[in-house]
């Protein structure tokens, strides 16, 4: 197993890399039909000492970070040990479906917000994929 990396500082969030979340993502993403989610420029992290809410969050690379670094778009993905850990199987993939919803079509390194004005409802489309993935692991079973 992985150590996390650790900060100096007392109290700061730890980081591993993730490969059961990297290979749940792609597992995902071709079982949900995600095309235009290029699955090698996804990277995935389980953190330790979050203080946030969330289960999990996803970070793009924004457009002038990918011209300064010379790169392509990309995105983390990032699980909070403490929370997502304690979920059973199903859970868990709701949360990544959740995730991967915020990635555009476009693959630019953006991410899709919660709601846009005007735009269709991020937790319709959310709705849909779960269902989606509902009927691919019935059928796997």
Known sequence: MQKYIRSKRKGTIEWVSAPDIKRQISYLVDGLGLEWIKK?????????????RAYA???????????????NPSY???????????L????????????????PKTFTGSLVPHYRK????????????????????????
Request: some cysteine; glycine content about 2%.
């Open 57 to 71: 969050r996803i970070w793009g690379l924004p457009y002038v970070w990918q011209k300064a670094l010379k790169t």
């Open 76 to 86: 983390v993905i990032e699980v909070l040990s403490e929370k997502y850990d304690k």
């Open 118 to 141: 005007g735009k269709r409802n991020f937790n319709d489309r959310v709705k849909v994929l779960v269902a989606q993935y509902k009927k691919i692991e019935k059928i796997n079973r």
């Open 88 to 103: 059973n199987y199903d859970e868990r993939n709701k949360i990544l479906i959740h995730e991967l919803a915020h990635i």
């Open 40 to 52: 090698t420029r996804i990277y995935c992290f389980r953190s330790k000492n979050s203080k946030s």
